[in-house]
């Protein structure tokens, strides 16, 4: 399949500036910003990391994963477990927990994905809810009670550059995505499946593929996210406002184009922080009138709409 | 490759590379199909009528994998590709076109041949690249031209350049000509005779514009209510009766 | 196990699944005729269930009579969300519709929550039980079930002998034929849609007198409907009725082995199983010519 990931050329130079720019300042910010800020840069860090990987799968196929937070909740049960119980070291153990949350999306992808949009949409919600009665009720993962990381595992300034290799990942991997023959495929299936299935696409294959790697960073997003706020338990690790937060950011920055969703988790999550959005109704209203306004006026996001007034591309893309 | 003669023999000269036997497709209690039979020969264009609703898109569907039978095989070159997804069927040589043209809108006509010979084209011998099959089609001078803005000869052109570009030894052409201008008719039936001849490309051909399909098949079909009810040489089948019968009250052109 | 309680889960398992059944049918219909998915359905039964609360709470209202209320208001509430954001959205990719109704329904859980924050909400009126026999029947449930019967039973009227239900039948049946013999489909949608959230509502009423809700018990409902629809096939109403009564039994007798908690679950997995085995439903029609 390696040939299926070839990817062609295209100017990267002037486009790859201004991403460069902001990784430098990123990778040098601890050194020259408060703790707090710091804190914000690395919560920050991780909506990206969310919404970009929900875009990898819902921007690049056009099939809404309601069950997102799934792919988050295994990611962090599967480091926590790797860390705590095996005493795997934290890099290995997060990759444990991105890998668990693959095998899962694969593992279900194939009754899954066969199914329309709304099928697949709601199937997915389904399953997420599972999960979580699942591990509530399961005493191997210490059901309602969870995890607690002793203190030895606490560093604030490791977990911030984790969290910002986990978003520059995610970003990157989905510019390759969006120029390789997978890409191309995903887009074609995303206008008409029937019509991409007839002229040779195996639809079945690329739609996994991408849910895969949409679940595989999710996943290390959820075990970064975990090792910081250092608990986990079933309402957080499944907790349905992470799917909804990844929606609303990704749409309103534009499905499908490579900066779109940080832009959204820019804009949404400084607004959430500055204004306080923690009451738990305010983050609901807030974000369910984002999303019927993005729906209703600019369906393909901020950048989506400015890109196709402009007639460019957004990261180059098929 | 050697152009055979036109033959216009009732069945097929030499092996089929197409064997569908016995097909039967029930929905919910209809029968659309009801054990119909048919062969293709190499290089062959065999032309498929009927009233509306006799069943053509059905097994046209079957044959493509966009459906599966109730019972009864097709066979590709003595492969059973009975049940196979279309995207497996399209790779081993049999490309379909849609009746209501089905572009990729987002992308420009030479980018729509591009991507269905970038996934489905890896077969040889090519019928050509993209440029050439845009060339064939008549569809150079729009070759840069978003799917969009087309005509629907245009889009009907862009179907089958689309599934010219997967390499096809048997191409399915769904009503092809309706919609196109008469004048187009002529070009149509040329266009045929090149791919059968020079390419070796059998075609089945679904038609409604019927005098157009009678002056370029070998061999025609007759499907009414999902079974066959005549074959054979154009001239022949136009004056059976069964076929007369099947289409009173329908206007033959 | 006695035949007794066998007997007695069976009906609560049909009687339950008479009512889930309708409510899905308010999905599957909208579904049908406007290729809608609303993911916001549950929380319109919510919205009809805190009508009938502070009804009850402000006027001693029953739940029973508020229906004179809320069917109305979820008439209007559907016919005003159809044209105000719905429509717009109709002909637009399915992925669209999704992500609106989506938004509405976060938005009427967050406003439910503004308001009246989360304590569940309950109507104590104790309605006992009927006996036949050995069988102990609560009123409750049955009145639910009587009004999930009076329901269909207009529908069915409604469907087969009106012109304006004759019309959303022709167009879920074929909307191009519908539009050709000249149904105005705007017209079908916004009756369709005001009919469906009329429905939700209206079980929502219903729902005080079995338990309690919350403003984000939304989506609970949602996904029994969605199960529901599933089991009876998209666009197709007494397969919901079908669907539900299935669902329902099997969910009852699923209690006898499985503990409460995990119901949802079988749910889940029932729908999985039908979507695997026979995607168009129980009763649905597969794609024809």
């Known amino acids: 399949m390696l040939k299926d990931l070839l990817f062609e050329k295209r100017k990267l130079s002037r486009y790859i500036v201004p991403w460069a720019v902001a990784l430098a300042l990123l990778v040098l910010a601890p050194y020259f910003v408060s703790p707090s800020l710091r804190s914000f840069l690395l919560f920050l860090l991780m909506w990206i990391a969310l919404s970009q990987s929900f875009n990898m799968f819902t921007g690049l196929t056009g099939y809404v994963n309601f069950g997102f937070v799934a792919f988050y909740g295994l990611g962090g049960y599967g480091m926590t477990i790797s860390l705590l119980h095996f005493n795997i070291p934290i890099y290995l153990a997060l990759i444990i927990g991105g890998l668990l949350s693959s095998a899962f999306a694969f593992l279900v992808s194939w009754p899954t994905l066969r199914l329309r949009g709304a099928y697949f949409a709601i199937a997915m919600l389904s399953l997420a809810q599972a999960l979580f009665v699942i591990f509530d009720n399961w005493n191997l993962v210490n059901s309602a009670t969870g995890y607690t990381f002793p203190v030895v595992y606490y560093d604030p300034t490791l977990e911030y550059y984790y969290m910002l290799a986990v978003a520059a990942f995610t970003v990157i991997c989905l510019y390759l995505l969006m120029n390789s023959r997978v890409g191309l495929a995903l887009k074609a299936i995303k206008q008409d499946e029937e019509t991409a299935v007839s002229i040779g696409i195996n639809a079945t294959f690329y739609k996994a593929l991408a849910f895969a790697i949409s679940a595989f960073f999710a996943g290390i997003a959820g075990g970064v996210t975990t090792w910081t706020i250092t608990i986990i338990d079933p309402p957080s690790a499944f907790d349905t406002t992470i799917t909804l937060t990844s929606i609303s950011m990704s749409m309103l920055g534009g499905l499908g184009t490579l900066s779109g969703p940080v832009i959204g988790a820019l804009i949404l999550y400084s607004i959430e922080h500055y204004f306080g959005l923690t009451l738990p109704y305010l983050h609901l209203i807030v974000f369910g009138i984002i999303i019927v306004v993005v729906v209703l006026v600019i369906p393909q996001g901020i950048i989506g709409e400015i890109t196709s007034k402009l007639k460019i591309r957004d990261g180059g893309g098929g | 490759m050697v152009s055979p003669e036109r033959t216009g023999a009732t069945s097929v000269v030499g092996s089929p590379i197409l064997d569908v036997s016995m097909i039967r497709k029930t929905f919910a209690g209809l029968v659309a199909l009801d054990g119909v039979s048919l062969q293709l020969g190499s290089s062959e264009i065999l032309g498929l009528i009927g009233p509306n609703g006799a069943g053509k898109s059905t097994l046209f569907n079957i044959i493509s994998g966009s459906m599966k039978p109730t019972a009864g095989k097709v066979k590709f070159h003595d492969l059973d590709i009975t049940g196979l997804p279309p995207n497996r069927i399209c790779k081993l040589g049999i490309a379909r076109t849609f009746q209501i043209p089905r572009p990729f809108l987002d992308m420009t006509v030479l980018e729509n041949v591009e991507i269905a010979q970038i996934f489905g084209g890896n077969r040889v011998p090519k019928i050509g690249t993209p440029r050439e099959i845009c060339e064939l089609v008549g569809l150079r001078d729009k070759m840069h031209l978003s799917a969009k803005v087309l005509n629907v000869s245009g889009k009907k052109r862009l179907e089958v350049a689309r599934a010219l570009a997967t390499s096809p030894e048997v191409l399915l052409l769904d009503e092809i000509a309706a919609g196109m201008a008469p004048a187009e008719g002529e070009w149509v039936i040329g266009f045929m005779e090149k791919m059968s001849r020079e390419y070796g490309v059998s075609i089945i051909w679904v038609e409604h514009v019927m005098r157009l399909l009678m002056k370029g098949v070998d061999r025609v079909i007759v499907i009414d209510h999902g079974i066959k009810i005549a074959e054979g040489k154009p001239e022949d089948v136009v004056n059976d009766e069964r076929v007369q019968q099947a289409y009173l009250g329908e206007k033959k052109k | ?289």
């Open chain 3, 1 to 289: 196990m006695s035949a007794a309680l066998v007997a007695e889960l069976l009906i609560l398992g049909l009687m339950y699944g008479l009512l889930y059944g309708v409510l899905a049918m308010g999905l599957t219909i909208v579904f049908g005729v406007m290729k809608v998915v609303n993911v916001a359905h549950g929380d319109f039964v919510i919205v009809g269930s805190y009508l009938s609360y502070w009804a009850y709470v402000l006027a001693g209202l029953n739940p029973i009579l508020s229906l004179l209320l809320t069917i109305p208001f979820g008439f209007l509430l559907g016919a005003a969300t159809y044209l105000g954001l719905v429509r717009r959205v109709q002909n637009s990719p399915e992925l669209m519709s999704l992500l609106l109704t989506f938004g509405i329904s976060t938005l009427i859980g967050g406003l439910l929550l503004f308001l009246y924050s989360p304590t569940q909400r309950a109507i104590p009126i104790a309605l006992g039980s009927f006996s036949y026999g050995t069988l102990s029947l609560p009123v409750n449930i049955s009145v639910a079930a009587v009004y999930a019967v009076a329901v269909a039973v207009a529908l069915r009227f409604f469907f087969y002998r009106t012109f304006w239900g004759k019309a959303i039948r022709a167009v879920i049946d074929n909307r191009t034929s519908a539009i050709l013999v000249g149904i105005n489909p705007d017209t079908v949608s916004l009756l369709t849609f005001g009919i469906g959230i009329a429905i939700a509502s209206s079980v929502g009423s219903i729902i005080m007198l079995l338990q309690s809700v919350s403003p984000l018990s939304g989506p609970d409902f949602t996904l029994i409907s969605f199960v529901i629809v599933v089991l009876g096939g998209l666009g197709n109403p007494p397969g919901a009725l079908v669907g539900g009564v299935v669902l329902g039994v099997v969910e009852s007798l699923a209690s006898l082995v499985v503990n409460a908690a995990m119901t949802p679950a079988i749910g889940f997995l029932i729908m999985v199983a039908v979507l695997v085995i026979r995607p168009q439903g129980i009763m649905g029609r597969r794609g024809g010519d």
